[in-house]
């Protein structure tokens, strides 16, 4: 059964998005993943330029018919494979992939849909998944960053998460906030999870406050995580932080993977490709323990 692993935060900015769209590439090297944009804001949606890729009209006749909004309908959706899309005419790619499919967001539609159900709507997400992750070794999603329906749904057909959080001023005090939402969603339902990672974002080794709040992360906020009630008893682990470097919208900039903008038009940056992979291999191991 595939791991459902969600990227969040309360806060927009932190590199959600860019970190659900790396981990996706990275694990969909040697397994079969499953992306999903959860987010009214579509931006991963419009990072993916499917109409560059697919034929106008059959990426106009999937998205009207086969977006994220169906489970609020409670159907099923039918995910579109975009392994293609990483591959060249001969079927070679530049770097190495498995199978990668993606569920986009159709945009704000997906929030009202959300809040229209009247029973059941924070479950309609994961009993989506229950039918369709026994085909996948992963399944990613990119939340959004508010309390909603939408967020509850995320939260509560996860079996990791991954909390993004900027190395920047007064980035703590959000992110305590989230925990505390966390908690009360996770006591309500009686919830857990396999595992939480936190993964400090946008780091700036030559700015102080980074410095500073990196180290809070490392100390103090990763103490704070036992004193929650639900949250003290899930395995938690900190990932080595993402660097603040222009490569991440180099790439976003001209609609590529990163992984694959790396390889193909700026090797200089590979020292982010080995970074990516120490942080998939390790989400990969500490899940493999946590289901054991």
């Given at each position: 059964m595939?791991?459902?692993?969600?990227?969040v935060?309360?806060?927009?900015?932190?590199?959600?998005?860019?970190?659900?769209?790396?981990?996706?590439?990275?694990?969909?090297?040697?397994?079969?993943?499953?992306?999903?944009?959860?987010?009214?804001?579509?931006?991963?949606t419009?990072l993916?330029?499917?109409?560059?890729?697919?034929?106008?009209e059959?990426i106009?006749?999937?998205?009207?018919?086969?977006?994220?909004v169906?489970?609020?309908?409670r159907?099923?959706?039918?995910?579109?494979?975009i392994?293609g899309?990483?591959?060249?005419?001969?079927?070679?790619?530049?770097?190495?992939?498995?199978?990668?499919?993606?569920?986009?967001?159709?945009?704000?539609?997906?929030?009202a849909?959300a809040?229209?159900?009247s029973?059941?709507?924070?479950?309609?997400?994961?009993?989506?998944l229950?039918?369709?992750?026994?085909?996948?070794?992963?399944?990613i999603?990119?939340?959004?960053p508010?309390?909603?329906t939408l967020?509850?749904?995320?939260?509560?057909?996860s079996?990791?998460?991954?909390v993004?959080?900027?190395?920047k001023t007064?980035a703590?005090?959000?992110a305590?906030?989230?925990?505390q939402?966390?908690?009360?969603?996770?006591?309500?339902?009686?919830?857990?999870?396999?595992?939480?990672?936190?993964?400090?974002t946008?780091?700036?080794?030559?700015?102080?406050?980074?410095?500073e709040?990196?180290?809070?992360?490392?100390?103090?906020?990763?103490?704070?995580?036992?004193t929650?009630s639900?949250?003290?008893?899930?395995?938690?682990?900190?990932?080595?932080?993402?660097?603040?470097?222009?490569?991440?919208s180099?790439?976003?900039?001209?609609?590529?993977?990163?992984q694959?903008?790396?390889?193909?038009?700026?090797?200089g940056?590979?020292?982010?490709?080995?970074l990516?992979?120490?942080?998939?291999k390790?989400?990969?191991?500490?899940?493999?323990?946590?289901?054991?």
């Amino acid at each position: 059964m595939g791991s459902v692993i969600s990227i969040v935060n309360q806060k927009g900015g932190v590199g959600k998005t860019t970190t659900a769209q790396a981990l996706a590439r990275e694990f969909a090297k040697t397994n079969k993943v499953l992306l999903i944009d959860f987010d009214g804001q579509a931006t991963l949606t419009e990072l993916m330029d499917l109409s560059n890729h697919f034929d106008n009209e059959f990426i106009k006749e999937y998205m009207s018919t086969e977006s994220i909004v169906k489970i609020f309908e409670r159907e099923s959706i039918e995910p579109l494979d975009i392994t293609g899309i990483l591959k060249d005419e001969n079927g070679k790619s530049i770097v190495a992939i498995n199978e990668l499919h993606f569920i986009p967001s159709p945009g704000n539609t997906i929030v009202a849909a959300a809040e229209g159900v009247s029973g059941g709507k924070d479950m309609l997400l994961n009993k989506y998944l229950q039918k369709v992750k026994d085909d996948y070794d992963f399944v990613i999603i990119d939340a959004l960053p508010s309390v909603s329906t939408l967020f509850r749904n995320v939260l509560l057909a996860s079996d990791a998460l991954i909390v993004a959080i900027q190395t920047k001023t007064n980035a703590i005090a959000g992110a305590n906030g989230f925990l505390q939402v966390l908690n009360d969603v996770l006591e309500d339902y009686d919830k857990t999870y396999k595992h939480i990672f936190i993964l400090p974002t946008m780091y700036n080794k030559q700015r102080r406050d980074d410095k500073e709040t990196l180290a809070e992360i490392m100390g103090s906020y990763m103490t704070s995580l036992k004193t929650y009630s639900s949250i003290g008893k899930i395995p938690t682990t900190l990932l080595e932080e993402i660097p603040d470097r222009t490569v991440f919208s180099n790439a976003q900039s001209v609609r590529y993977f990163l992984q694959d903008y790396i390889e193909g038009f700026d090797t200089g940056k590979r020292d982010i490709l080995l970074l990516l992979e120490n942080i998939s291999k390790v989400i990969t191991n500490k899940l493999e323990v946590g289901s054991k």
